[in-house]
Structures are given as structure tokens and as C-alpha cells.
């Protein structure tokens, strides 16, 4: 097979992919805009003939979305500066200071990540509301959302600090700088592209966290974009066109960020952040 063939090949098979992986987004985009019949016609329509704009309106106005959103970004935030502030500084130190307990306790305390938030949230749930931080929910909900990250966001930045080479701080030291200043001026400068893209990681994530904020929050005007698209489901709901409308307007940040965001992404990944 020659090399253009194979290419060829490679291109068709990454285009079926593709396509396979966005069609349930299309599929939802669409879906905003079919009318009551339309999304129950058989064969079903891969395009609207008569698109319902009004549907987003309905369901920004009747669900309150700015509010939902403006919680999730509340608590997106908070959990990434929260992660940010105190996790840079423990991946720079372990990765500056490494021996085989370190590699053995960065192990353990990473295999928490497989733990689900289902089975962590009734001793947090128990925890918090024994030292009274239920009385401030979106706060409880950052810090059980910090708890669950900081060991992804540390493996990960830890990786993108070994990536760079210890003579820079060194000569830093030796110009005069001191082991902070080295730190600030020359090590995080050059981090900086791994640090966003597990900061971007973390956002997602707890942009669209939704056990904690379900368990934890009960007041409906606190409540994240994620419990509030779980208020639309009921033993008898049909209304699809709604419900897509608000998955589509709590979705489509989070993909404009990533797009808008794409280049540095890349060029963390390039520059160790994922090894």
C-alpha cells in the first residue's frame, strides 16, 4: 500500500470517527429546534423544516438560566483557583524534590481518583455538616470538588515542572535570585502552558459536577446549570425540544472555551503537561 493510499485511508477512518462522536451533538442542536410532532415522526428528520427559535427563549426565561449558569461558573472558579493556588506549589516541590515515597504517595493518593463522587459524598456530606459549612453550600461544594481534583491537577502540573531543566534555576540562584523569585520569574513562566490546560481540565469538570451540588446545595436558588437540567426529568416527560434547548446553552461555554483555548491546549500538551 503506498503512502498516499494509507493516508487516504487514515483520513477517511478519522472523518467516521468524527462523526460518530459529534452526531449526539448534532443530534441535541437540532433537537432544540423541532417542534412537539417532529421529534416524534417516523422516520425521524435530520433537519428541522420548521425551526423553532423560540424554544431558547422559552427555556432562558421559564428555567432562570442565567442563574444556573452564573452558579456553575461560581463554582467552576472558585474550585480552579482554589486548585490552582495550592496545587501549583505542592507539583513544583514534589517535582523538584523527588524520591521513591514520593512516587509511591503521588500513586496512592491519585488511585482516590477512582473512587466515584457517589461514594464519597455521604462522609463528606456527614463531615461537612458536623463542622457547619452546609450553611454555606456553593463553598462546601468547592472544597469537595478541590478535594476530588488536587491530586489530578498536582500529577499533572508536576509533570509539565520536570519538564523544566533545573540549570535555568540555577543559574537564576546564582545570579542572585532567590529560590522564589527563581520561582515566579523562570520556572512558572515556562509552566504556565501545563498549568492551564489542568487548570481548563478542572473547569470542565466542575463546570458540569453534579453529585456534590445535587447532595449539598438544596436551595434552588444556589444550584449549579448541571442540577437544574436534572429538574426536567420525570416519569412522564416528553418534553425533548426544552430539555435540549438547556443542555445546548450550558454546553455551548464549555466548547467555546475549549476552541477559543485550543492552541495553548495544544501547546501544554506538547510541553509535558500529559505525560
Known amino acids: 500500500m503506498s503512502e498516499t493510499l494509507r493516508n487516504r485511508l487514515m483520513l477517511v477512518i478519522a472523518l467516521m470517527l468524527a462523526t460518530v ?18 421529534m416524534f415522526a417516523t ?11 423560540s424554544t431558547y427563549a422559552y427555556v432562558w426565561e421559564s428555567r432562570n ?80 470538588i478541590a478535594a476530588k481534583s488536587m491530586p489530578f491537577f498536582v500529577v499533572l502540573v508536576r509533570a509539565t515542572f520536570m519538564s523544566v531543566p533545573l540549570e535555568l ?9 532567590s529560590r522564589f523569585g527563581a520561582f515566579f520569574h523562570i520556572v512558572l513562566p515556562l509552566a504556565r502552558n501545563g498549568i492551564l490546560v489542568a487548570a481548563i481540565l478542572i473547569f470542565m469538570q466542575a463546570f458540569g459536577e453534579f453529585v456534590y451540588s445535587k447532595s449539598i446545595i438544596q436551595d434552588v436558588e444556589l444550584q449549579p446549570a448541571s442540577v437544574g437540567l436534572n429538574s426536567f426529568m420525570g416519569p412522564n416527560t416528553n418534553e425533548w425540544n426544552n430539555i435540549m434547548a438547556f443542555a445546548t446553552m450550558y454546553v455551548t461555554p464549555i466548547l467555546a472555551v475549549f476552541v477559543l483555548l485550543q492552541r495553548r491546549i495544544v501547546s501544554g500538551l506538547t510541553s509535558g503537561a500529559l505525560k
Request: neutral net charge; contains cysteine; aromatic residues 14%.
Open 43 to 53: 422516520p425521524p428528520g435530520f433537519w428541522p423544516t420548521d425551526p423553532q427559535w
Open 169 to 177: 534555576e540555577e543559574a537564576a540562584l546564582v545570579d542572585g535570585n
Open 65 to 144: 438560566m442565567a442563574r444556573y449558569l452564573w452558579n456553575s461558573l461560581v463554582i467552576a472558579l472558585g474550585s480552579v483557583v482554589l486548585i490552582a493556588a495550592l496545587g501549583t506549589g505542592c507539583a513544583y516541590v514534589l517535582a523538584r524534590y523527588r524520591n521513591g515515597w514520593v512516587d509511591v504517595g503521588l500513586f496512592l493518593i491519585l488511585m482516590l481518583q477512582v473512587l466515584p463522587a457517589s461514594l464519597m459524598i455521604t462522609p463528606i456530606f456527614v463531615g461537612f455538616s458536623q463542622i457547619g459549612l452546609l450553611e454555606t453550600p456553593r463553598l462546601a461544594v468547592v472544597l469537595a
Open 21 to 38: 462522536y459529534l452526531f449526539p451533538l448534532y443530534w441535541m442542536y437540532i433537537t432544540t429546534l423541532k417542534s412537539g410532532s417532529a
